[in-house]
């Protein structure tokens, strides 16, 4: 089993910056994809980013042009920079990771806690 931990939430007013992150620790080695997924009350949890263990990235059009999602293998962490921040970003972020054969993003997957952005008007 891994663990996934985010940190970096807050909040922040419209326009600003916040960056997140999270760790992977444990069983890594069957992780390739990781990403960000973000839930807002009343709505399904939706993809924001995903980058593949080689580098490749995916955004969702929302965050096309102001998110930017990173990872450093070396430290099995990933990372979602997200500028120029809107009130509907606000949400609860989740870092993903796919466990094995199970996509990233999928239940069976690994999940990490969450946290909180919150964007003021």
């Known amino acids: 089993q891994a663990q996934l931990v985010e940190s970096g939430g807050g909040l922040v007013q419209a326009g600003g910056s916040l960056r997140l992150s999270c760790a992977a620790s444990g069983d890594i080695f069957s992780i390739n994809f990781m990403g960000w997924y973000r839930q807002t009350p009343g709505k399904q949890r939706e993809l924001v980013a995903l980058?593949?263990?080689?580098?490749?990235?995916t955004y969702a059009d929302s965050a096309k042009g102001r998110f930017t999602i990173s990872r450093d293998n070396a430290k099995n962490a990933v990372y979602l920079q997200m500028n120029s921040l809107k009130p509907e970003d606000t949400g609860v972020y989740y870092c993903?990771?796919?466990?094995?054969?199970?996509?990233?993003?999928?239940?069976?997957?690994?999940w990490g806690q969450g946290t909180q952005v919150t964007v003021s008007s």
């Open positions: 993903a990771a796919n466990r094995g054969g199970y996509g990233v993003g999928s239940a069976e997957g690994y």
């Open positions: 980058i593949a263990h080689s580098g490749s990235t």
